[in-house]
């Protein structure tokens, strides 16, 4: 079993950035493929952002490409996700996910937090 907490939400205002982290306990993730969810209210979730177990590849979903960056240190177990020039639309809960293998941008996913809150004021 792998748990997936994530933190560094908050409330900040438009064009500001946040760094999310997402700390993996229970077995390490160094060739877990580890993604970014997030749901808006009154809205599904959505594929925000992925990481192979390497770092090796990458990926993002549009609306994000140039203001979002994965990464992750399998040392510390833990992938993070920066976000710059943040937009209202970026308001939603943020989820951390843990999948064994390759990346998909998908909801296949084994492993998923809680969620932190993300906040953008105009």
Not at 60 to 65: A, C, R
Not at 73 to 91: C, F, G, I, R
């Amino acid at each position: 079993q792998v748990q997936l907490v994530e933190s560094g939400g908050g409330l900040v205002q438009a064009g500001g950035s946040l760094r999310l982290s997402c700390a993996a306990s229970g077995r390490s993730i160094s060739m877990y493929a580890m993604g970014w969810f997030r749901q808006a209210p009154g809205k599904e979730r959505e594929f925000v952002a992925a990481i192979s177990w390497s770092g090796g590849s990458s990926y993002y979903t549009d609306s994000v490409k140039g203001r979002f960056t994965i990464s992750r240190d399998n040392a510390k177990n833990t992938v993070y996700l920066q976000m710059n020039s943040l937009k209202p639309e970026d308001t939603a809960v943020y989820y951390c996910a843990a999948r064994r293998g390759f990346i998909v941008t998908t909801g296949q996913y084994d492993y998923w937090g809680q969620g932190t809150q993300v906040t953008v004021s105009a």
